[in-house]
């Protein structure tokens, strides 16, 4: 597997903390601090507008290069948020955001890979803080992830609602009727698992994301309370990165011949999974290896799946950075995770942004940013099929409910002019308004990508691999 996972981001929230928060369906974005409105933004055009406006007001320059993160926003778009920038209506709107962003002006970084703690902010003269925070971690070490211990939990059995294969199946035949009829070459289907648990139980959502990290590590996990969402993530594949344009070293860039500097964008989608561990005839269970496991994602149709996304991926990419500027770095490679084995190509493309004028020329709107390419390939290709904008309204119909944060995004716009989202996918998540009384209602989702190849059972059991790598948590 690539050096992925070499860095902790750690973003702290306060009464100070600038929140966006924006629906589906408005023409505005409520600006929040606090638990108060302090202004209803009126948007002129998409909402990525607005956040590279945003952005751009709050560069800065003199970070620690190595460091991917300075400060910056960092948060969620939904599913649902996807859709609109093809123009998808959603079939069920929410009254919490689909989109929920903090400013985050304090953050700790550990880089794994020289064992050190990076204590930042970009708050004007906030060197107390940081000499208290470096106080603190030093006397009492704060930052070990192991100090809280998940207890026995109250998962209501009864109540649960798992997928069902009585009614999975038929959606897997209602793809490829659509797929035979010419109106899609691939359908990512998806659906999604209830647990209720007691919400009075001692264990905290912290605890829960340690015990579900050592159940299933993965390079881009993540842990999220932001609002009225708390997010445990262990995903294994990155949506999108552009790295920083920085003016000041090429250790990041590249400066082409037209005087311009280059940030490179990467896609890693993953399409095609094998399960490590799997039950002969006999009952027994037997271990595949990395040999096994590239044989059986050699199939026509593993790769078929694979090549259709990296094509889409290429296409809403070269939109914005241009055809000639757009690569797949790596096509297909198989790459190990704790429970799977996974199909995994790399598609990059090199964004060229004004080395002449102010620092902040690259989030110009006449000028392409990681922002502008963030926009112009949601939803994640690996999540809907293709063609995308075609292939998102036949699943709108065939599944039926919204997907919410599952196969949305997360991640951060950093203020140096970097970003990496993730999909979000291996997840287990809630929203505080979902649980009735003393219950709360934790949710994953997981689901397949179903072509003309396709065999049901096959892809039953696929899903339900990809469920029970998270379902683990609630000892399921």
Partial sequence: ????????????????????????????????????????????????????????????????????????????????????????????????????????????????????????????????????????????????????????????????????????????????????????YELCLTNQAMIPTNSLSKSSSWARYLKLRKLNPAPFAAYVRLGPLTVLSTSPERFLSWTRPNLETNETINVAGDGLLTSTCQFRPIKGTVKKRQVTATGETRLVDLNEATTLLSTPKERAENLMIVDLIRHDLSGVVGSGNARVSSLMSVEEYESVYQLVSVIEGNLKTPSIGSHDACYARSTPSGIDVLAASLPPGSMTGAPKKRSCEILQSIENEPRSIYSGVLGYMCVGGGGDFSVVIRTVYKWDDDGTGDMDEWKIGAGGAITALSNEDDEWEEMLTKLKSTLGLFGI
């Fill in 1 to 184: 597997m690539p050096n992925l996972g070499t860095h902790s981001i750690i973003g702290l929230i306060d009464s100070d903390t600038i929140k966006l928060n924006y629906n589906v369906g408005y023409e505005t974005i409520d600006v929040v601090k606090g638990k108060d409105v302090v202004e209803v933004a009126r948007l002129d055009g998409i909402v990525f507008s607005y956040l590279k406006t945003f952005m751009k007001q709050r560069r800065v320059q003199g970070g620690t290069a190595d460091l991917p993160f300075w400060g910056g926003l960092m948060g969620y778009i939904t599913y649902e948020a996807c859709l609109e920038t093809i123009e998808v209506p959603s079939r069920q709107q929410r009254k919490e955001p689909d989109i929920g962003l903090a400013c985050v002006e304090r953050s700790i970084v550990i880089d794994h890979t020289t064992s050190s703690v990076h204590i930042q902010s970009i708050r004007p003269n906030d060197f107390d803080w940081v000499r208290k925070t470096q106080d603190s971690l030093l006397v009492d070490h704060r930052l070990s992830p192991g100090n809280e211990v998940l207890q026995a939990d109250a998962v209501l059995h009864p109540q649960r609602n798992l997928p069902l294969e009585s009614t999975y199946k038929p959606k897997i035949s209602s793809c490829q009727e659509e797929i035979r009829a010419g109106n899609s």
